[in-house]
T-cell receptor, first 112, second 116 residues
């Protein structure tokens, strides 16, 4: 099945700096890669996603890049703010059944 | 946007009893719903895929007789934790795929289960 690796597990940055989280996937058939932000005890919130026919997507301070050849995708957050502090999960579609397979998560802390 | 409602949001039950968690898509039809379990400070682990009108597909290591899943309609899936034990205490969360928009997946609010 699909295996999604996510790094780093924890990330601490100063407010205003950029944060980058990287994920790799194993199944070359995966074609949808969403990123979720989860605050403690709450549901994951979709923050950005990318499909396999696109190499990069940007939404204000958030961007995602995809390298299909290398099977890795990354989340970039610029001008970080304390409210960006949360756990971020990458995911990949596990085959045609549309079950998301999640990475282990990255706990991001943005300090003022 | 589309809404997935999950109920109850938290529940405490005695060891050996059963607990049912409901997942409803409020404004769209979901042919497929997914159930995840999340332990503290860990990722979401897929438990099973629930298809409307058919048996659920369970992930390896998930006991289908313990975690009963029913997807009787296009808007409702239920997860019943039978003979619950303290080690079943976890955050259970469902997600649903909108059959019209295709890939978009929406999450329920999650249910905290504590077995005492």
């Amino acid at each position: 099945g699909e295996n999604v690796e996510q790094h780093p597990s924890t990330l601490s940055v100063q407010e205003g700096d950029s944060a980058v989280i990287k994920c790799t996937y194993s199944d070359s058939a995966s074609n949808y890669f969403p990123w979720y932000k989860q605050e403690l005890g709450k549901r994951p919130q979709l923050i950005i996603d990318i499909r396999s026919n696109v190499g990069e997507k940007k939404d204000q301070r958030i961007a995602v890049t995809l390298n299909k050849t290398a099977k890795h995708f990354s989340l970039h957050i610029t001008e970080t703010q304390p409210e960006d502090s949360a756990v971020y999960f990458c995911a990949a579609i596990k085959g045609s059944g549309y079950a998301l397979n999640f990475g282990k998560g990255t706990s991001l802390l943005v300090t003022p | 946007g589309a809404v997935v409602s999950q109920h109850p949001s938290w529940v405490i039950c005695k060891s050996g009893t059963s607990v049912k968690i409901e997942c409803r898509s409020l404004d769209f039809q979901a042919t497929t719903m997914f159930w995840y379990r999340q332990f503290p400070k860990q990722s979401l682990m897929l438990m099973a895929t629930s298809n409307e009108g058919s048996k659920a597909t369970y992930e390896q290591g998930v006991e289908k007789d313990k975690f009963l899943i029913n997807h009787a309609s296009l808007t409702l899936s239920t997860l019943t934790v039978t003979s619950a034990h303290p080690e079943d205490s976890s955050f259970y969360i469902c997600s649903a795929r909108d059959r019209v928009t295709g890939n978009t997946i929406y999450f329920g609010e999650g249910s905290w289960l504590t077995v005492v």
